[in-house]
């Protein structure tokens, strides 16, 4: 009968020492960029998670003794997955700031009509936001970002540990603020090429202005996609330091938690 109870025990103190971990692991891949993506299948989201639900266990400290059910368990629930969709959030600001610039450059040159599927979200986006989602993926894989995810992941354990209280509303603020990089990321993506577009279309309307006779409907769309190519093309090549410091500053964010 002893040994019963304390199998029972022991089976307790491991069934908390999986949950919690559990429910911030799986909440947070559930929304991370490349992990969360639509494209990656849920079976597949589910083994990542409990994979690293494995490992974090490993490391963790024992988290506090609850009783199921209670007030304060349904509390700590809360907490992890609230914290665990904040730090996704964090990670996926970044590339919809990149999405957003290049809507913004699609909307200006006309391309916004050539619709495909978004490999990160599933849905229908323009052409050239897909292309800059892909690129901004490879650039993101390349600098170890997966890796990073998952530090930032195993971090928050120690920013925000299981039973302590809910981010403060300080803490929310610095998280609301940052995702005004949004704004910021998609200006510093988008205005090399939007800067080309303005001088191009203010040399088509002194054109128009000379020579009225000129038909610039039939030449402007063409050489304005034209433009777009040959500065897309000139700018990819440096786009890789603005995306740099935009991933920097997230992972300081997801990992310092200021």
Request: aromatic share 8%; no cysteine.
């Amino acid at each position: 009968m002893n040994g019963g109870i304390m199998g029972l025990e022991m089976l307790g103190q491991a069934y908390h020492m999986v949950l919690w971990p559990l429910l911030r692991t799986t909440s947070f891949v559930a929304i991370a960029p490349i992990l969360g993506g639509r494209g990656v299948p849920n079976r597949i989201r589910l083994t990542v998670a409990m994979g690293l639900t494995l490992l974090l266990v490993a490391v963790l400290p024992a988290p506090p003794e609850l009783e199921v059910f209670s007030a304060n368990w349904w509390l700590t629930a809360l907490q992890q997955v609230v914290i665990g969709l904040a730090i996704g959030f964090i990670f996926l600001f970044a590339f919809e700031a990149v999405a957003l610039g290049a809507e913004a450059i699609s909307a200006a040159s006309g391309l916004s009509f050539a619709q495909i599927t978004d490999p990160l979200r599933g849905t229908s986006s323009g052409v050239l936001a897909s292309f800059m989602t892909v690129i901004v993926m490879l650039i993101f894989l390349a600098m170890d970002g997966h890796l990073r995810l998952i530090d930032a992941l195993a971090t928050s354990f120690r920013l925000f540990p299981v039973g302590a209280e809910l981010p403060s509303g300080e803490q929310l603020m610095v998280w609301l603020t940052f995702s005004a990089i949004i704004f910021t990321g998609a200006a510093q993506v988008a205005l090399p090429v939007l800067t080309a577009l303005l001088a191009a279309n203010l040399a088509l309307g002194l054109v128009s202005r000379a020579a009225p006779a000129l038909n610039l409907f039939a030449i402007g769309f063409p050489a304005t996609l034209l433009l777009v190519l040959l500065a897309m093309w000139a700018w990819l090549p440096a786009i890789t330091q603005p995306l740099g410091a935009l991933f920097n500053d997230t992972i300081a964010v997801a990992t310092q938690g200021a």
